[in-house]
C-alpha cells in the first residue's frame, strides 16, 4: 500500500514532470530553480534530489557553496513532506525548525541529495493531522558526489502542526 492517498499521488507525479517542477520552483522558490535543482525521484522509499555542478552552485573554491549543497537537501525533505501533508485529511503546516550538517569531503560538479525517511515523514504527517499538538521529524539527507562517494549529510528537522479551523 503507498503512503500517498489519490490528491497526494497526483501532486506527486506532477512533481516528477520536469517542466511542471522547473514552474513550481519559478513561482515558488526561484533561487532553487536558478540553481537547477532536479527532482529525480519521489515515491515511497526515498526522495532523490539533483544539484548540478558549475558557476550556478560553485564557492570561490570551486567547490559546491554549503548553502546550495543546504538547499538541494532541504529539498530532498521537504518534497515529499509537502506531498504529504496536500494529501493530509486536514490542512496541516510544514515549516523547517532546524539544520545539521557535516562535510566529509568537497562537492565538485553535480552531487545527488537523497532523503530516505518518507515513511517517518508519513507518520509525522500523519500524527500532526491527527492532534493539536505539533509533531517534529529529523529527516535525513545523505549527499553523493558526481562519484558516488558520500561527501556530506544533512539532518532537516521539520515541524508538523494541524492549522486551526476559522
Do not use: H
Not at 545523505?142 to 476559522?166: I, P
Amino acid at each position: 500500500m503507498s503512503l500517498y492517498n489519490e490528491k497526494a499521488d497526483a501532486l506527486r507525479r506532477r512533481m516528477l514532470k520536469p517542466w511542471s517542477f522547473a514552474s513550481y520552483l519559478w513561482l515558488k522558490l526561484p533561487l532553487a530553480a536558478a540553481a537547477g535543482l532536479r527532482l529525480q525521484r519521489l515515491d515511497d522509499e526515498s526522495c532523490v534530489v539533483a544539484l548540478p555542478g558549475g558557476w550556478r552552485t560553485q564557492n570561490p573554491f570551486g567547490s559546491t557553496y554549503f548553502a546550495a549543497q543546504a538547499m538541494a537537501a532541504e529539498m530532498s525533505t521537504g518534497a515529499p513532506a509537502l506531498v504529504l501533508c496536500s494529501g493530509a485529511p486536514v490542512s496541516v503546516a510544514m515549516i523547517v525548525r532546524e539544520l545539521r550538517s557535516s562535510f566529509d569531503k568537497r562537492v565538485i560538479g553535480a552531487s545527488t541529495y537523497t532523503c530516505p525517511d518518507v515513511a517517518g515523514l508519513a507518520d509525522a504527517v500523519a500524527r500532526a493531522a491527527a492532534d493539536d499538538d505539533a509533531v517534529t521529524f529529523a529527516a535525513r539527507s545523505q549527499v553523493r558526489n558526481a562519484e558516488g562517494e558520500l561527501a556530506s549529510a544533512f539532518e532537516v528537522t521539520w515541524s508538523f502542526k494541524r492549522r486551526s479551523r476559522r
